[in-house]
């Protein structure tokens, strides 16, 4: 790796920004990439503000890869006062900000961290939604769970949705 990107990358990592669970989240999103096993997840909340709805915090769990922990310290730190719709507009790069260009070997750890972002902020994802056969598509057991319990098959509750991204695909 470029030895410039590996220093951003270790300063991102000395003090990595929003980690951890975040139990009142309104939004949570949920990625893994098979080929690598990396999974990431990330809470999302939301506030008014100047009567637009817009993203008050967010926060991530992952295992793993380096970069992607980097990428999602620096994105959930970029998409804070952003509504949804600008959230989502974000693509790999920008999420990745000052790290700048990824090699292509590394780019799906940005991607990873773009998927878990669209897959928190799809409606369908909100904590407490309902669908439309009008189940609860995210329990009150995972609003409180962290990444390590949706793993744990002794304690992984109904409803845990994760998504795994093909690594062949762009990110629409
Ligand atoms: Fe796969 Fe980074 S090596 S997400």
Request: proline letters at 6%.
């Amino acid at each position: 790796m470029d030895p410039d990107l590996q220093k951003k990358i270790t300063e991102a990592l000395r003090d990595p920004k929003n980690l951890g669970e975040m139990p009142d989240a309104d939004a949570i999103g949920t990625v893994g990439n098979s080929d690598c096993g990396e999974m990431l997840r990330m809470w999302v909340k939301f506030k008014e503000q100047n009567g637009r709805k817009v993203i008050d915090r967010a926060t991530f769990q992952s295992f793993g890869c380096e970069t992607a922990i980097a990428v999602a310290s620096l994105a959930t730190e970029l998409i804070r006062g952003k509504t949804v719709e600008e959230a989502l507009a974000l693509k790999t790069e920008a999420l990745a900000g000052e790290l700048g260009p990824l090699p292509p070997m590394k780019i799906h750890c940005a991607q990873l961290v773009e998927g878990a972002l669209r897959s928190a902020l799809d409606p369908a994802n909100a904590t407490g939604a309902t669908s439309a056969a009008g189940a609860k598509t995210v329990s009150t057991a995972v609003k409180g769970s962290n990444l390590v319990d949706s793993l744990n098959p002794q304690s992984k509750p109904a409803g845990v949705k994760i998504v795994f991204l093909d690594p062949k695909k762009p990110q629409s």
